[in-house]
């Protein structure tokens, strides 16, 4: 897993800007100036409050509708647009862009429409969308050519430079990051012309087409001695040592990266020590200078537990991990592993579950080889004695040798029940684990709700985090809770995720007269995944008439409980579209089944689950319907 420094910027064409040309009479000229005005404190307002940015946004709106100027309500939808891109509600932003379209189209005005296509693009390479990433640019391409713009195509080069890049299409990227390149040179660009060569260079680099990267990020050294940007010259020397290394000429990129150490340490940029930190320790493992790659990864951990760098820390126990596996120190490397893994995403944590068993497994060979070796060697040393000793030894022998086969069959035992405990400690990390994008969401609404001094908002929203936070950490002690408590946590899940969308989300929840709630014991949290997979990939955020329906009820033979959830989203079809188009993967099912394999494993009555699409049901339905059984479990 190699990471090389590439700077690749989206460039957000005229986010802060906009030129406006209007008569000039005196009214208008007023009009002009406190039209302009409101714009500009849209913008700035979004250093410190989305909110009130958007909601000074549409008064720009209201002002220029009040004046029936095409060119101004185009230059506000672009704008209000901008500050929900800043914001990261992109759908919003779309919507926006998409009106700005239709009034720069009714002025005649090209340029802007060019930019802003290119600002959706970058909305769709920022959310995987990468068809409709490259759809966007090309239009882009098309307008610029055809006003001739050079600056705007450069600029649209070097972006699809970057959707092929992180499609894996190497050989197109650079394409596209050289026709950038020349296109910057003919426009005498340097600072962009500069940021080219360095994204050629790591593409080359990441070709293992060491020669030509070094040559490339020399080339690019030069040019910045002219410009004397200094942060871009500590990313250069780092891609220098890179390519050194790729070449495994050692002592090179130790060299680079010491230079790259030094000028950050000079810059006091502490957002590059930890990485430079780490590439050092990786180059001393490689040569085999084991206390300096140890010394290293300490100050590499350090460096960015003080500053707070979260995937640089991530990256750091991967790296060291990997080093520890090298040196057969398989114990440290499985725990530096799971420090990897925590501070992970919780989308893609359960996938290296399966690197962490692979060491274990490694571990655990090589701790048995051991043991498997030594008993060899006693057995041929009880082997040479049996031929030497009397019928006595050969009495004790048979008594050691069953006393082996019951140590034996004593681990086995204990295996067994070490396996349940897993089980156990696994269904309990399952039903603890809660996404950190909900998290983050939910706390920068708070902050949201104070800086603009809704304080009673700020304390509801609080409150119910809160609330449901506290029920996940209690219900994750507990094997089963009673339906009363599974209920009340569900609706603290649904109303906290309704107070961060915009569209009204109703919900019901009915539970049949002959069960008792406060009796009925289920498995925690197990309905839960399946309200999250309705609310965000289900499309019911965006959903004015959404809805969710939930149904417990008993069995017809009274020997289990049934769950029905049912919403009117997209449908499970469609969400398994949308989820190859576009690389994302939902855990909640994965989550669940999972949960239901560890507890059919234990039980003797099994859980059984059921997934549908509601228009194979009902073809004037749309959504999912997810049903499960869960055996009859009183208190």
Known sequence: MKIFFLTLFSILVSVNSYSLNFPDTVQESQNNTQFKEILNRATQ????????????GKQAISFADSLNSPSKLGASYKSLGNTYIHKGTFDSSMYYYNKAIEQFTITGDSLNVCKVIGNMGIIYRRTC????????????IKLYESLGNQKGLASTYFNIGGVYHMLGNFESALSFFVNAKNTFKKLDNKSRLLQSLINIGVIQNIQKKFNESLQTQLEALALNEELGTVRDKAIILLNIGQAYEGLEQF??????????ENLRLKLNDIWGLGKIFTFKAVVYGKTKQIQLAEEYFQKAENANK???????LADTYLYYSEFLESNRDYSNSIIYYKKYNRLKDSIT???????????TAQYESEKKAKEFKILQQKTQIQNLELTQKNAWIIILTIVMILGIVAVLVSLRI????????IMDLRQKVLLTQMNPHFLFNSLTAIQSFILDEKNDDANNYLSRLASLVRGILENSREEFVSLNVEISTLKDYIDLQKLRFDNEITYEITVSNNIDENHVLVPPMLAQPFVENALIHGRLRSNPEAKINIDISLSENKQSILFSITDNGIGMEEAKKQTLKHGHKSLATSIAMDRVKIYNFKASKKMHFEIADMKYINPNLHGTRVCYSIPLNIN
């Open 414 to 421: 204990n295996r067994l029940r070490a396996d349940h405990k």
């Open 251 to 260: 002592d090179k990129a130790i060299d680079y990266y010491s230079q790259c």
């Open 129 to 140: 969308k990468y068809d409709q990433a490259l759809e966007q640019y090309l239009k882009a």
């Open 349 to 359: 944590s359960i996938f290296q579950e399966e690197k962490v068993a692979e060491l």
């Open 45 to 56: 307002l979004r250093d410190s409050s989305f909110d009130v940015s958007i909601k000074v």
């Open 306 to 312: 003080k500053n707070e760098l979260i995937e640089d």
